[in-house]
C-alpha cells in the first residue's frame, strides 16, 4: 500500500471522478439561477455527460496502484472503484427514468437532478472513505438527499409519511452507527483511521472485550437500516409505495451499493478477530431477510410494495457473498449486484412507463396488458424472471455463482434458504407475468380498456423506454459473458488486496 505524504492537492487524481460530478453541480446551479427560462434539457445533458466523465475515469485508473491520501482518510483501489463505478451506473440509468415523470407531474427538475447527483458523490466517497468521520458524513450526505427525494412530491399524502417515516428512522440508525464508532474510538486510543483504529484496538487489547462487541452491534444495525435487511426494514415498504417512482428506482440500487461497500471494508477491517461474531449475526439477518421479504411479496397488492419486499430478499442473497469471505464470494456479489442493478431498473421502468399512462401501480390493474402493449409486456415479463433467477437470463447466472460461491464456503444453511426462497420469489413473478397475458377482454379493468401505448417509432423520443430497452437487454444476455467478467473482478481483488489492508 502507498502511502503518500504530499500537499492535499496533489491528490486530486484519486477523487477526479467525484470532482467532476461537482463541478457539475455548480454549473447547474449557475444555469438555473442565471437562465430566464427553464430549459431543462441542457441540465439534463450536463449530468449525463458528468456521470459518463467520472465513470470513464473509473476505467481509466483501473490498474493504478492503491492509494490512501487525503491524510489517511480516502483510500483509492481497484476494489471500491467498481463501487463507485456501480453508484455512478445508478444514476446514469436512474436520470433518464426520471426526466419525463418529473416533466408530466410538473415537478422542478433541478432540484431534483442536484439530489440524485448529490446522493451519488456521497455514495462514491463512502465507497472509498477510510477514516471513521468521512464514513459518517460521506453516509449522511446521502441519507439526507434519499430523504429530500423520497419526499419530492410534497402535495401527496402518501409522500409526507413516507418521508417522516424514513427521516425518522433514519436519524436514529444514523445515532446507532456514531455510538458504535465512538465505542472504536475510545477503544483504540482516539484513531479514527481504519487500519489505526484495529491497530489501537491491538495495542489496548480490546479487540475482544464486550465493548468492541458493542461497537460491532451498532455498526451492525446502523448499516443494516441503510440496507433494508430484517428486522430494520420497517421503513422501506412505506417509502418505496408513497415516493415517486424514479426516486424509488434510484432507493433501491445506488445506497445498497453503498451500503455493501462499507460492509465489505468495514467489517474486514476493523473487526478481523471477530469474523465469528459477525458471520453469525449477518447469517441471522440474511435468512431473515430471504425469508421474510419473499413470504410477505406474495401478499402484496401494490406492485411498488411487492419490489420493496423483493429488494430486502435480494439483499439477503447479496449477504451469502460477503459472509463466504473470500475472493470468490466478493466477486459473486458483486457480478450479481451488476445484474441486479439493470433488472431492477428495467423492472421499475416498466412500472413508470404504466403508471404514467394509467395512475395506477395496483397489481391487479395490469392484468391483460399484453393485449394493448405487447412490447411494454415482454419487457415487464422478462424482467420479473430474470429478478426470479429464470435461466437463461442474467439473474439465472449470477444467483447460480452467488449459491456456488457459498456452498463451496460451506454455508450450507444460507444457500438452501436462498435456493427455498427463490422458489417462492418465481411463484409471485411468474403470478404477475401470468396476469400480464391471460386476462380475458371482459376482465380488464378501466385502466387497461382505456391504456394507450405509444407507437413503435416513438421510442427514440423517449427517455424512460430508451433506458428501458438498455436494461431489458443487459438483463437478458449479460449472463453469457459471465466467465470475463468474473475474470476482471478476481484480478481486480488479487491486484487491491482490500481484505488484508
Not at 491524510?71 to 440509468?93: E, K, M, P, V, W
Not at 433501491?252 to 476493523?270: E, H
Not at 417462492?424 to 391504456?451: C, G, H, N, P, R
Request: hydrophobic share 50%.
Amino acid at each position: 500500500m502507498k502511502l503518500e505524504l504530499d500537499l492535499s492537492f496533489l491528490y486530486g487524481s484519486t477523487i477526479l471522478p467525484e470532482c467532476i460530478l461537482i463541478v457539475c453541480l455548480i454549473i447547474i446551479l449557475i444555469l438555473d439561477l442565471i437562465s430566464e427560462e427553464r430549459d431543462t434539457s441542457s441540465l439534463y445533458f450536463i449530468s449525463l455527460m458528468g456521470l459518463l466523465i467520472s465513470i470513464g475515469l473509473l476505467l481509466f485508473q483501473w490498474n493504478e496502484k492503491p492509494i490512501i491520501s487525503f491524510s489517511g482518510n480516502f483510500q483509492t483501489n481497484s476494489f471500491n472503484r467498481i463501487f463507485r463505478l456501480l453508484i455512478a451506473l445508478c444514476s446514469l440509468l436512474c436520470i433518464p427514468l426520471s426526466v419525463e415523470y418529473i416533466r408530466r407531474t410538473k415537478m422542478p427538475m433541478t432540484e431534483f437532478i442536484i439530489f440524485v447527483i448529490t446522493a451519488t458523490i456521497g455514495g462514491m466517497f463512502l465507497c472509498g472513505a477510510n477514516d471513521l468521520i468521512t464514513i459518517f458524513v460521506a453516509l449522511e450526505c446521502l441519507s439526507l438527499c434519499s430523504y429530500l427525494l423520497s419526499g419530492y412530491t410534497k402535495k401527496d399524502v402518501r409522500s409526507n409519511e413516507a418521508v417522516m417515516k424514513y427521516l425518522l428512522m433514519g436519524g436514529i440508525s444514523s445515532s446507532i452507527l456514531a455510538y458504535g464508532f465512538s465505542w472504536l474510538y475510545g477503544l483504540s486510543g482516539g484513531e479514527t483511521q481504519l487500519q489505526e483504529v484495529i491497530n489501537g484496538l491491538i495495542n489496548t487489547r480490546m479487540y475482544n472485550s464486550s465493548g468492541a462487541f458493542i461497537g460491532l452491534i451498532c455498526i451492525i444495525v446502523g448499516i443494516g437500516f441503510k440496507l433494508s435487511l430484517v428486522p430494520f426494514h420497517q421503513w422501506t415498504p412505506d417509502v418505496y409505495e408513497g415516493s415517486p417512482t424514479p426516486v424509488v428506482a434510484f432507493l433501491s440500487v445506488a445506497p445498497k451499493v453503498a451500503g455493501l461497500a462499507l460492509v465489505t471494508r468495514i467489517f474486514n477491517i476493523l473487526f478481523p478477530f471477530s469474523l465469528d461474531q459477525w458471520h453469525f449475526i449477518l447469517e441471522i439477518l440474511a435468512i431473515s431477510s430471504m425469508i421474510l421479504g419473499n413470504s410477505v411479496a406474495i401478499t402484496q397488492t401494490s406492485m411498488k410494495r411487492m419490489l420493496a419486499y423483493s429488494s430486502i430478499s435480494q439483499i439477503g442473497y447479496l449477504m451469502i457473498g460477503i459472509i463466504a469471505g473470500d475472493h470468490n464470494g466478493y466477486a459473486s456479489m458483486m457480478i450479481y449486484l451488476l445484474f441486479y442493478i439493470f433488472t431492477n431498473l428495467g423492472t421499475f421502468a416498466c412500472i413508470i412507463l404504466f403508471g404514467l399512462r394509467t395512475g395506477t401501480d395496483n397489481i391487479r390493474d395490469y392484468g391483460g396488458l399484453f393485449i394493448k402493449d405487447p412490447l411494454l409486456t415482454l419487457s415487464f415479463a422478462l424482467c420479473l424472471l430474470s429478478l426470479g433467477g429464470i435461466p437463461p437470463l442474467s439473474g439465472f447466472f449470477g444467483k447460480l455463482y452467488l449459491f456456488w460461491c457459498g456452498w463451496e464456503a460451506g454455508l450450507y444453511l444460507l444457500v438452501f434458504v436462498g435456493l427455498f426462497t427463490s422458489i417462492i420469489s418465481v411463484y409471485y413473478y411468474l403470478k404477475i407475468v401470468k396476469l400480464l397475458i391471460t386476462k380475458e377482454s371482459e376482465e380488464m379493468t378501466a385502466y387497461i380498456q382505456t391504456y394507450v401505448s405509444s407507437p413503435l417509432p416513438s421510442l427514440s423520443k423517449s427517455s424512460i423506454e430508451v433506458g428501458l430497452i438498455v436494461c431489458v437487454i443487459v438483463s437478458t444476455s449479460l449472463g453469457v459473458l459471465m466467465n470475463p467478467i468474473n475474470t476482471i473482478v478476481q484480478n481486480t481483488f488479487i491486484s487491491s488486496h482490500f481484505i488484508s489492508n
